[in-house]
């Protein structure tokens, strides 16, 4: 009979330190709000404009990464005004992408569609 009560204790308490040991080693700020970014236009014939919510005081690292999880490219994202970047990837094939962007502000992570 106690073997049913401390099942779920237990179980809560496994999800919730795995969940801890997830987190990014190299104290950088992990976001992940949609607030913070938006990438445009969705889909793309290759070229995206990456809009941040805040100033930069250096243009975002911008790591492309197949469904694989290979990284194709690697970019310095251009800045074009106010606080919208654009990278160029006109070279890559149909499909879909993951972009990890690295911000004054953190690490983020978006899907992208390239048609």
Do not use: W
Request: proline share 3%.
């Amino acid at each position: 009979m106690k073997a049913k009560f401390y099942l779920p204790i237990i179980l809560f308490f496994c999800i919730f330190s795995i969940s801890t040991f997830g987190q990014s080693d190299d104290n950088s700020k992990i976001s992940n709000t949609i607030s913070e970014i938006s990438i445009y236009p969705q889909p793309s014939n290759g070229i995206i404009n990456i809009k941040l919510s805040e100033a930069q005081n250096e243009s975002p690292i911008v790591a492309v990464f197949d469904l694989l999880g290979n990284k194709v490219a690697e970019f310095e994202a251009e800045h074009t005004n106010g606080n919208v970047y654009s990278i160029n990837l006109e070279d890559k094939k149909a499909g879909y992408y993951f972009l990890k962007i690295q911000t004054d502000n953190g690490l983020v992570s978006r899907r992208i569609t390239i048609k």
